[in-house]
C-alpha cells in the first residue's frame, strides 16, 4: 500500500510548483512512521484534531468552490438590511427614532461594526409621529428650534387647547407660533 503511494505522489505531485515542495515531502515522511509515532511533528500530523481540520478544511474550499459563504443567508439579509437603514443619528439618544429597527436596543448593538448607509436622496421623519415629511405633511420650527410635521402638532393642539409640547424640551407654545420651515 505504501509503495502505491509513492508512485502516486512521484507521478502527481511532481508537477507541483517549488513552494509546495517542503509540505509534499513532510507529508511523504508519513509514511515512513507509524500512526502512534512520538516523533515531532509528525505525531501531530497523526493526532485526532487534524480529522477536524480536514472537515473544515474541505468545507471551506467546497465552499471557495461553488462560490458559497459560510454564514447563512437569514445573517447576510439581516446585516444588509441594518446596514442599509443604519444612520448616524441611531447612536445619538436624542435623535433615536422608535419607528427604526437599528435605534432599538438589541439591534442597535448587533449594528454597530456595521457600515452607515449612504443616501443620496434623504428623508425627514416627524420624531413625533413617525411619519414622512413631505409636502402633504409640511414641517413646522417650534421657536425653540426644533422642527416636527405640521399633522403631527396640529393633532397635538387639538388634544391641549391650541397648545403644543416640544417633546425633547416639554417646552409649550401656541400652534400659531410655529412656523413653516422651506427646504432646498
Not at 410635521?149 to 391641549?160: D, H, I, P, T
Request: net charge positive; hydrophobic share 40%; with cysteine.
Amino acid at each position: 500500500m505504501r509503495l502505491e503511494a509513492v508512485k502516486m505522489a512521484k507521478t502527481y505531485f511532481s508537477k507541483l510548483g517549488a513552494e509546495h515542495m517542503p509540505r509534499v515531502r513532510m507529508l511523504m515522511a508519513l509514511l515512513a512512521f507509524p500512526s502512534d509515532t512520538k516523533v515531532s511533528p509528525y505525531m501531530e500530523l497523526f493526532a485526532e484534531e487534524r480529522w477536524t481540520d480536514l472537515i473544515d478544511d474541505f468545507r471551506k474550499e467546497n465552499f471557495n468552490l461553488h462560490q458559497l459563504t459560510g454564514n447563512c443567508a437569514f445573517l447576510i439579509t439581516l446585516q444588509c438590511g441594518l446596514s442599509a437603514l443604519k444612520t448616524p443619528q441611531c447612536y445619538k439618544s436624542a435623535t433615536k427614532n422608535d419607528n427604526c429597527p437599528v435605534c432599538s436596543k438589541q439591534l442597535n448593538e448587533l449594528a454597530k461594526g456595521f457600515p452607515i448607509s449612504h443616501c443620496s436622496h434623504s428623508k425627514l421623519v416627524c420624531s413625533i409621529s413617525g411619519d414622512i415629511i413631505s409636502e402633504h405633511n409640511p414641517p413646522l420650527a417650534l421657536p425653540n428650534g426644533h422642527v416636527y410635521g405640521s399633522k403631527a402638532l396640529e393633532n397635538m393642539a387639538l388634544e391641549n387647547d391650541g397648545k403644543v409640547i416640544c417633546p425633547r424640551t416639554s417646552s409649550v407654545f401656541a400652534l400659531g407660533q410655529a412656523e413653516k420651515v422651506y427646504l432646498m
